[in-house]
């Protein structure tokens, strides 16, 4: 049972340049999520969806866009990278909008 | 505006008992979680209180109550796996998470 998949692990990029994080679940969830993770902080919400062809910003979507046209994938499309984004970033998905999240493994990212 | 505080790192020694202390101020509030998180992994999901009183699971248990903003997360005969960062999330009245920072437990022998 694979849960949550995220790809890449780790990624390098350069100022002006875009990218897309891969997320998919195989859980039939119907809520995912993308969350960056920065030192120090807490997990900031960037954008989610309750199900497939329905997504809503978060509390830090400026420079992200996400789609979701089936249940099972999420991607987050960063478009013109700037250093403020460099961090972790996670895909959670869950069963309900209370419930507890599964997360994928986890994004590097570095933008120089 | 809301937020979640609980301490930045906390050391305990293996075997021992250890309390980590969250209080939170939100718009709402429809739960409590706790997550742990290993460096370089994912958070992984521990707890859920929406109601007073404690949950116990094995050696972890959470404690919440709501009238003084309050949680805690109580570890017994403590491993060195669980050296890890514990992550507390209050969920508002909009039903979006709201996280702490986490508090990072380290574990001597």
């Known amino acids: 049972n694979a849960g949550v998949t995220q790809t890449p692990k780790f990624r390098i990029l350069k100022i002006g340049q875009s990218m897309t994080l891969q997320c998919t679940q195989d859980m039939n969830h119907n809520y995912m999520y993308w969350y960056r993770q920065d030192p120090g902080m807490g997990l900031k919400l960037i954008y989610y969806?309750?199900?497939?062809?329905?997504?809503d910003k978060g509390e830090v979507p400026n420079g992200y866009n996400v789609s979701r046209s089936t249940t099972e994938d999420f991607p987050l499309r960063l478009e013109l990278a700037a250093p403020s984004q460099t961090s972790v970033y996670f895909c959670?998905?869950?069963?309900?909008?209370?419930?507890?999240?599964?997360f994928g493994s986890g994004t590097q990212l570095s933008v120089l | 505006g809301q937020n979640i505080d609980q301490p930045t790192e906390m050391t305990a020694t293996e075997g021992a008992i250890v309390q980590i202390n969250c209080t939170y101020q939100?718009?709402?509030?429809?739960?409590l979680f706790w997550y742990q998180q290993h460096a370089g992994e994912a958070p992984t999901f521990l707890s859920y209180?929406?109601l007073d009183g404690l949950e116990e699971k094995g050696r972890f248990s959470s404690f919440l109550s709501r009238s003084k903003g309050y949680s805690y997360l109580l570890l017994k005969e403590l491993q060195m796996k669980d050296s890890a960062s514990y992550l507390c999330a209050v969920m508002d009245s909009n039903y979006q998470l709201i996280w702490g920072a986490g508090t990072k437990l380290i574990i001597k022998p």
């Open positions: 209180n929406v």
């Open positions: 959670a998905s869950s069963s309900g909008e209370n419930e507890k999240l599964f």
């Open positions: 939100t718009s709402g509030f429809n739960g």
């Open positions: 969806s309750v199900g497939a062809g329905i997504t």
